[in-house]
């Protein structure tokens, strides 16, 4: 039965999708690195966009939670940040003395009065009044733009008068749709990926490999009735009529086909069903362009002919972590610590 006791993104006792990246990418000390030790979030603009619009779509309650609409003023510097920041949280008393004691350490002091200086506080503080007392309330929410929140309600006027993408996003809204139909945003599964490995020349048995996995499924939708899956992806890109490019940069290939072995496992193991016999499976990705235009396009995916690759690489580099895991060896590949030293392509 699968039991989750850690939050997705805690959890670093299972291999997700982007650890099989980071190891085939990175290498396997980088990855051990991520699943030991403490390592920030990686941020960027561009995830940070891609992570807002997700919930947007998605979650729009957790959206509500994480995020709010700012249209006053807010710095635009990080002088300014600094001063507000110190400002908002300065233990001083005296209205002045705070502003002064900020200034002085947000900004350039050398040949300025402190009347100078206070004077010079006093127009920032009065023209970031808001932004300072949104720090002093404690709200931990993300402020966005009214030019980002536009951008948003334009995505979702244009996926809702999609041909397709409202459909499989929020397949609940059909009239058709019975008790056994099951819709989910969000669906994370600790699964096991279990394979059997022979070894050439050896008489016994072949060994069972397992592979404690985990994945967090953007959309989710089981049609016990008609044995219909649908399994779909949102991205978020800036070249959504090139979108073959990002598909091979950022191997979505291989993210769909291990959210195919994920499925295949939940529906045998937590709702008793054979996902081999019946049962049909559909692959999205749901392209939203980030240039402006909120652009919606849908790509269907045959996992007979699109993932036999990706499958390959997934079994490969699962072999290589969990002989890594085994072994406690991550400095090197397998190959390194198994030969003279060198190492060979995959060309």
């Known amino acids: ?37 403490d390592v920030p979030e990686e941020k960027n603009p561009v995830l940070e966009r891609g992570t807002m619009i997700h919930e947007y779509i ?6 509500q939670k994480d995020y709010v609409v700012w249209d006053k003023s807010r710095p635009n510097s990080a002088q ?8 908002a949280f300065s233990t001083e008393i005296e209205p002045n003395r705070a502003i002064l004691d900020a200034y002085k350490q947000a900004y350039s002091t050398a040949g300025k009065s402190e009347d100078k200086m206070l004077s010079e506080g006093l127009k ?36 809702k008068a999609h041909k397709i993408a409202y459909k499989i996003i929020w397949p609940l809204t059909s009239k058709n749709v019975g008790t056994s139909f099951k819709s989910y945003h969000e669906f994370h599964i600790n699964w096991e990926w279990e394979m059997l490995l022979e070894h050439s020349g050896d008489p016994n048995p072949p060994e069972l490999l397992q592979v404690a996995c985990k994945s967090l499924l953007d959309g ?10 649908i399994i779909y992806d949102l991205k978020t890109t800036q070249k959504l009529w090139n979108f073959e490019d990002s598909v091979e940069q950022y191997d979505y290939l ?41 652009d919606i396009r849908v790509f269907k ?3 007979t002919k699109d993932f036999f690759n990706a499958h390959k690489k997934i079994i490969n580099a699962l072999i290589e972590i969990a002989w890594h895991q085994s072994t406690g060896k991550w400095d090197h590949s397998r190959e390194y610590y198994e030969g003279d030293g060198s190492e060979s392509l995959n060309l």
């Open 1 to 37: 039965m699968m039991e989750i006791t850690i939050p997705y993104y805690e959890d670093k006792t299972r291999i997700s999708n982007s650890n099989i990246g980071w190891f085939l990418n990175k290498g396997p000390a980088f990855l051990h690195k991520m699943l030991t030790e």
């Open 58 to 63: 998605l979650q729009p309650e957790e959206f």
């Open 80 to 87: 300014q940040e600094k001063f507000c920041q110190a400002l």
């Open 124 to 159: 920032i503080a009065s023209t970031l009044k808001d932004y300072v007392d949104y720090l002093k309330s404690g709200d931990q929410r993300i402020m966005i733009s009214p030019y980002d929140y536009q951008m948003l309600k334009t995505i979702g006027t244009n996926i």
């Open 220 to 229: 989710l939708t089981i049609d016990f009735k008609n044995q219909k899956v």
């Open 254 to 294: 291989r993210q769909l086909c291990f959210y195919f072995k994920a499925v295949q496992w939940y529906l045998k193991n937590e709702l008793n069903e054979d996902p081999n016999v019946g049962w049909t499976f559909e692959f999205y990705i749901i392209g939203i362009d980030t240039t402006g235009t909120g």
């Open 301 to 303: 995916f045959d996992p």
